[in-house]
């Protein structure tokens, strides 16, 4: 269960030795009798091979290593200290032939503890291997976790001798070994995937058909429930929050509150053991692997959130933990005029030295590990931009993208960046290279602004809507680039965007002063929940509206987990903190009738999206005539049914046009066939208050307009109209209209 008590120590875990002198071993002293064998240097990290464990460790400024083994979870000092004299190539390696899957270790290294020259060598401190498979005992806090001494008026210049070994994390040595069976990654093209953001606890916690044991966990998400809503929804795709061992900050425990969101790595390939179900922390990793193959089986691939940029050890006054104590001025980009601090791009305290060849390779390590052992079909790279500057400036040939796109295995799968950090330079939107997919935050802002009903946006609409050409199509690449969302884990979700005009973050303790400020939000005249059945139902129709618009737009659109159910956190649009039922899903306020409906409108949006072949285009429209007709691939039309012209797109009160999708001639698919599909016409209004009478165009003769459907309405409506005719699009509402037979309407 992952609500039993962090202190408690963890089961199962400890020396494993073999041979008729086990026990003597195990009572040994440090520096006692286990044999040693030189080892090699590579690969970095603990490799068993059956016969014994290979350790290997980078620390390219340090003077001695010794590794520590430890008996169990709850051992307060190792019970043995073993030295690594042996170096190659700035590496430190000895090989264990006694060693097993299960046993805990950790490392002292030795070397100068000079912060003003980046250096930060503490022997007193136990530290986590950077190349660790598992941590099988979490951060106990203690001021002993510091390299300095806590208090001290020196501050960081300062130097700690007490002893962490009782409080430290410990990683673990992992058997690899998987029965994977059939499972083959579903490898769904990006112009066809729909993503879905959740959170490992937080979609399974409160899910009533998902066993009590197995809520909050990989399990969870692996039980059939779970998996059986996925499929009915039509995702083709989760994208997991991070995964990775993350860290408890001090901070947040000392006030009773949790680091929820996970954007604080520790161990880059260890899976968040907080997430298994089984107290046996070496079950995480097979969970894990359990819940990608239960998942590819459905036909969803898993993206995996994650945190390159910087560490959970923080700024200068932060604990040494692992990086830190092994290596600073190797792991971290530091200030070039005065190494005691740290260059921070992340606004996290720290970033990690990308610059350095060796922690590229852990990184790059860590990414194929995920792909090749773990199975996992993408990542999402958080403030990518980070990763990709070379010196201070962003350059997005740097060292970083350049292997990933040589990589024969990274680059065969999903690469999604979040295409910012908190640098000079750093919002990169539009600038990431080819084989990038990006989240487009100007997508978001002005697909809010739009139905907020704003004025002055429509051109800049029309261009969202058809897949951002202007930032993605002068560098070759195509819609697919363009990862579409409105919401997301960080900031409001969808109730609470037409809910709230203010963030609403008391829980947070911080005097309402964290997130955001610039939401594009609007209450509909309530602040938050109201009975107010007018109220109501504005809100559900822009809700309807903007998921629409959404899921239809040119790009990979991307849910946020629970937008469908209506799920709300009170307001809160910084709630990287609330492990609770504020981020868990409401499942129960999932079954009121007006969040069934929306449940049910949204899996028809997304069965109409996957019917539709021109929703989902590998090109940019080009505007011009196709296939030898006189039409152009896409027309956007006045109410009267006239085209727009310039002046018209500029106006600040046009908030109401309609376009038309041409579905001939569409594509071709791998084999070379020709893929068309019907042509679609899609009415926008934005005014909050009058309705538009709009003359339907005229497209093919003797063919009527279908309609699929009006966000006015919660129901679909299939009715038909003549071309020509008049449809009343009402206000803050979305009409979807298909040529062709009433028949065959998806």
Not at 437 to 464: H, L, Q
Not at 550 to 579: K, R, T, W
Not at 616 to 626: D, V, W
Not at 702 to 725: C, M, Y
Request: with cysteine; glycine share 8%.
């Amino acid at each position: 269960m992952t609500d039993r008590d962090p202190d408690k120590p963890i089961i199962g875990l400890g020396k494993r030795l073999r041979g008729p002198r086990s026990r003597e071993r195990r009572l040994g002293t440090l520096g006692g009798a286990r044999r040693a064998w030189p080892g090699k240097p590579y690969p970095l990290g603990a490799a068993w091979d059956g016969r014994g464990v290979n350790f290997a460790l980078y620390a390219e400024h340090a003077t001695q290593v010794e590794l520590c083994l430890f008996d169990s979870a709850a051992a307060d000092r190792e019970a043995e200290r073993i030295p690594m004299p042996e170096q190659s190539d700035m590496v430190w390696h000895v090989f264990l032939p006694d060693a097993a899957p299960g046993q805990l270790y950790g490392y002292r290294v030795h070397g100068p503890y000079e912060p003003q020259q980046g250096h930060r060598f503490n022997p007193h401190k136990v530290l986590l291997d950077p190349y660790a498979k598992l941590v099988g005992r979490r951060t106990h806090w203690d001021d002993s976790l510091f390299g300095y001494t806590i208090g001290s008026a020196d501050e960081d210049l300062s130097f700690d001798e007490r002893d962490s070994a009782a409080h430290a994390p410990l990683a673990a040595v992992i058997d690899p070994a998987f029965t994977w069976g059939d499972d083959r990654p579903p490898k769904t093209p990006m112009h066809k995937t729909i993503l879905y953001e959740l959170h490992v606890r937080g979609f399974t916690k409160l899910h009533p058909k998902i066993p009590e044991n197995l809520r909050g966990t990989y399990a969870g998400l692996a039980s059939a429930p779970a998996i059986r809503y996925l499929k009915s929804l039509g995702i083709t795709a989760v994208e997991l929050l991070p995964v990775h061992h993350f860290l408890q900050d001090r901070h947040l425990v000392d006030r009773n509150l949790a680091n929820y969101w996970g954007y604080n790595t520790l161990g880059f390939f260890a899976p968040q053991i907080a997430y298994a179900a089984s107290d046996f922390p070496l079950d995480a990793v097979r969970e894990f692997k359990m819940m990608v193959r239960n998942l590819h089986a459905a036909g969803i691939e898993v993206i995996v959130d994650v945190v390159y940029n910087h560490t959970a050890e923080g700024n200068h006054l932060g604990p040494t933990l692992s990086f830190r104590g092994i290596d600073n001025a190797a792991y971290y980009r530091l200030v070039p005029d005065s190494p005691q601090y740290y260059m921070d791009y992340t606004g996290c305290g720290n970033t990690l030295n990308v610059m350095n060849p060796r922690v590229l390779q852990l990184i790059m390590d860590s990414l194929r590990y995920w792909i090749l052992e773990m199975h996992v079909d993408g990542f999402r790279f958080d403030l990518a931009s980070a990763l990709a500057r070379e010196l201070h400036a962003v350059d997005k040939l740097g060292a970083f993208f350049d292997i990933i796109h040589q990589d024969p295995v990274i680059s065969q799968v999903k690469l999604i960046a979040e295409p910012w950090d908190l640098g000079e330079g750093g919002y990169m939107v539009g600038n990431f290279p080819t084989q990038w997919s990006e989240w487009n935050g100007k997508y978001r802002d002005c697909v809010r602004s739009f139905w907020k009903g704003d004025g002055g946006v429509v051109s800049e609409f029309a261009t969202r809507f058809c897949g951002s050409s202007d930032l993605y199509a002068w560098s070759g690449r195509k819609p697919r680039a363009s990862v579409n969302f409105v919401t997301c884990h960080d900031g409001f979700t969808l109730e609470d965007l037409v809910s709230y005009d203010s963030k609403h973050n008391e829980a947070n303790g911080e005097g309402n002063r964290d997130g955001a400020d610039h939401n594009i939000s609007w209450n509909c005249g309530v602040e938050g929940p109201t009975n107010n059945r007018k109220i109501l139902a504005l809100r559900d129709r822009k809700k309807r509206s903007i998921l629409a618009t959404l899921i239809f737009s040119q790009g990979v659109p991307m849910l946020l987990a629970g937008d469908e159910i209506g799920h709300s956190q009170g307001g809160n649009n910084n709630a990287y903190c609330q492990d609770n039922e504020t981020t868990w899903l409401n499942w129960t306020a999932g079954k009121q009738k007006r969040n069934r409906q929306l449940l049910d409108f949204v899996r028809q949006l997304i069965e109409i999206f996957r019917s539709q072949p021109v929703f989902h285009r590998r090109k940019f429209f080009s505007g011009r005539a196709i296939g030898g007709s006189e039409a152009a691939d896409i027309a956007w039309v006045n109410p009267d049914g006239t085209e727009m012209n310039d002046q018209q797109w500029n106006a600040p009160h046009i908030r109401c046009f309609g376009v038309v999708l041409f579905g001939d001639s569409i594509d071709v698919d791998e084999e070379g066939e020709e893929i068309s599909g019907d042509t679609l016409l899609i009415l926008f209004n934005g005014d909050h208050e009058l309705t538009i009478p709009f003359t339907l165009p005229s497209i093919e003769e003797n063919l009527p307009w279908q309609r699929l459907i009006d966000t006015f309405e919660p129901e679909v409506l299939k009715d038909e109209f003549a071309g020509g005719s008049v449809y009343e699009l009402r206000s803050c509402s979305m009409a979807v209209f298909r040529t062709g037979s009433e028949a065959d309407i998806p």
